[in-house]
């Protein structure tokens, strides 16, 4: 029998990021032809997902599923590659908050560790004005989830 490779170091089939993410087969495929988010590779006409890929795929989900426009999951989404660098580098959870302001322009921030989401959050409410509202996406929360259901799979 073979070895089992480490979730991180093999890739899925669209059928096993389906699983891992929740996400019909169909729609993924729509997805990579809309260029939603780019994947690492591909094996002889046969779609691979690596690990971020598959990650690609979990936070562009969640981030549609919670109301949030395509374009803004398409960036984030693009950005977790660096943000799980930036993860395994310092150890600090990534997040990024984003906010739409009255003429509805839409900044995002980069943040790691819980102090400085805080402090983040705290400087938003203070320029409250500026802008009403905002979402806190929790990039570590989902490396986890997926890590985890990807150990399962056989």
Known sequence: MPEKQHFFKRTFTASEVSKLCGVKTETLRVWRRRQHFELSEQEGGWTRYTF???LKVAIFHSIT???GTLELAT???ARSPALVTELVRTGEAPYVICSRNENSEVHM???YGSEQLIKAIKRRV???????????FDIASHVSRLAKAAGEIE
């Open 52 to 54: 971020i890929d598959a």
């Open 65 to 67: 599923q919670s109301h």
């Open 126 to 136: 203070v320029e409250g004005e500026n802008f009403p509202n905002y979402h806190v």
């Open 75 to 77: 960036v984030i989404a």
């Open 109 to 111: 921030e980069e943040v």
